[in-house]
């Protein structure tokens, strides 16, 4: 089954946190994700939530915001995508992610009954 990974953290933490110490686990965590193989990707980090901007309809009218929508503590930081047996696989993974110490991960499953987008269609920049 594959899953989404979606990591949440709470950045005044994370930016506390002993970064050589994060990287160093992070790679290890890739590492692992790499070995582990076929379904398994690294994630992507996304920039802070203070570089959001929101789009919202309603009411007949569209409302862009700065920022995220919602006023939490932990913001949307990444993800990871893994392919593993069952939610147990999943919980385990997100166990291992270091940024499970700064925040939490929220493990999603895909739709499976949707066709997998062709990424050879993607727009080549450069």
Not at 5 to 17: K, T
Request: proline share 6%; hydrophobic share 40%; aromatic share 8%.
């Amino acid at each position: 089954m594959r899953y989404m990974m979606l990591i949440h953290h709470d950045e005044v933490a994370l930016a506390n946190a002993p970064q050589k110490e994060l990287w160093a686990d992070y790679a290890a965590f890739n590492e692992a994700l790499a070995k582990a193989g076929g379904g398994m990707a690294a994630g992507e980090r996304l920039q802070p939530a203070s570089a959001a901007t929101t789009v919202r309809f309603g009411d007949s009218r569209t409302e862009v915001l700065d920022g995220p929508y919602a006023d939490t503590r932990e913001q949307l930081a990444g993800y990871f995508m893994i392919e593993v047996d069952n939610l147990d696989e999943a919980i385990a993974w997100a166990k291992r992610c270091p940024s499970s110490r700064y925040g939490s991960i929220e493990i999603r499953p895909l739709a499976e009954n949707y066709p997998r987008p062709d990424l050879s269609l993607r727009r080549q920049d450069g």
